[in-house]
């Protein structure tokens, strides 16, 4: 027997693995609150914006486990659905985070005091690196893009309050 602990007693170890199996997604789905935890969930959209969805996985694998960045990036099915031009963009995206994360980090730092960027979650710091190795001059993307496809990012991959967070944090940035 062993302690369940979204139970309020125990309960006894199925014997067969099927029926273990069966247990354990049963106990992930109320972990959860019945949403579906997989690679594939959220799904990872195409074009520019998997692009970003690839490179935040890969910074954030980066960032928990230590794993090279592009290395990850590289082996992403969402990578390997992106088109030539968009798989090249990702890899820019990454080699500059990875080169600035201390200069990234501190721009963060200097409008987010509350929250010091080794103190943020992965996902949002993740994504306000993202938004600000694209409004370098390198990377020409418009300022509305970038922060508008920080906030779609965090939508799809943050907290409740990571839209609001990261917008806020990259309005500050920008003023």
């Known amino acids: 027997m062993h302690l369940d602990p ?7 170890e199925p014997a067969n693995p099927e029926a273990m199996e069966e247990q354990l997604t049963d106990k992930l789905d109320r972990l959860a609150g019945g949403r579906t935890i997989s690679e594939k969930a ?7 914006r998997g692009a970003r969805a690839a490179v935040l996985q ?4 980066e ?5 090279p960045a592009l290395r990850a990036l590289q082996r992403l099915p969402a990578y390997e659905r992106l088109s030539e031009s968009q798989s090249k963009r990702a890899e820019v995206l990454v080699k500059f ?3 600035n994360r201390a200069d990234l980090d501190a721009r963060i730092a200097s409008v987010a005091k509350e929250f010091p960027a080794d103190q943020l979650g992965a996902v ?3 994504i306000l690196r993202i ?3 694209e409004l370098e001059p390198d990377h020409d993307t418009p300022q509305a893009v ?3 496809e920080a906030v779609e990012l965090a939508k799809l991959f943050g907290s409740d309050s990571s839209p609001r967070f990261v917008n806020g944090v990259l309005g500050a940035l920008l003023r």
């Open 6 to 12: 979204t139970a309020d007693g125990d309960v006894e």
């Open 42 to 48: 959220p799904p990872i959209p195409r074009g520019p």
């Open 58 to 61: 890969a910074l954030y694998e």
């Open 63 to 67: 960032d928990i486990t230590g794993h």
């Open 97 to 99: 985070v990875s080169d």
């Open 124 to 126: 949002d710091r993740n």
């Open 131 to 133: 938004a600000l190795a």
């Open 146 to 148: 970038a922060v508008n």
